[in-house]
């Protein structure tokens, strides 16, 4: 499928944020990547979401083509992407993001009257909670999002626990992308999640005014499953999906469309049922 592509550089207060557009007529949906990545990490979903939504796919501050910082948390760079979609008359949009950009998305749901809220490999920061409850840091590999630089070797094993789906392409663009990240967006992000520099995601997700799904990896190693499964409810859907690792957009594109479309489909006809 060939996809109307545009790509634009938005300037905000915290610097030029890139965003690859893929017009449709179908409603607004917003992706945002992980640490450490970029636009592209989308790019098997996008061919399975782009008949059925209107894209904008976006770097993340640091990251990409989206310019370097001074400093990094998750509510400037929440703020700074909520001011570039609104440049770009994006109201009301549908949010999808794969962990870091999980984080974002949840602040900028808070920020955006959003649609929906699908997040990936995600898992929500809450005060009250140990970030070792939240995240694995037995995982050795894991830790190279907290560093500055990383060995191509290093690299190479974190990818082959993050990805279920593996090939010498994705292996290049995942050790591609983790070194043009501005080195100090790891460790700035860091310091600022260990210092509490965070609103309490998990009441955010509970307070939305829709039901939220959050899809992890049968064999995602970086995310602590018990914590997961402590906060499944009806209000925040914790689902396991098959055949996958930590991108699961790029492990299973079609399972996550589905969900998604499934997930807009309840929500019209509940609507339409209160009318």
Known sequence: MKLNQKFQLVSTPLGTIAINEYANSGE?????????????????????????????????????????????NLLTMSEAISIALLKLKVHCPHLLAHSLGGHVATHLSALMDSKSLTLLGYAPLNPFKKVSDIYNFDLKEAMLYCFESASYNDLKNLYQISHFVKSDESLKQFTTDYKNTDPKFRGLFTQSVGEGKFLNEYEILKKLPYKVDILMGEFDQQLMWNYLSEINSDKIRVQKVANSSHYV??????????????????QAHSVNASL
């Open 28 to 72: 607004d949906l917003v992706l945002l990547h992980g640490n450490s990545a970029c636009s592209k990490s989308f790019d098997l979903l996008a061919l399975e979401l782009a008949e059925h939504f209107h894209l904008y796919i976006v770097d993340l501050p640091g990251h990409g083509l989206s310019s370097k910082c001074d400093h990094y």
């Open 249 to 266: 957009q790029s492990d299973n594109p079609r399972q996550v469309k589905e969900t998604l479309l499934e997930k807009i489909k309840i």
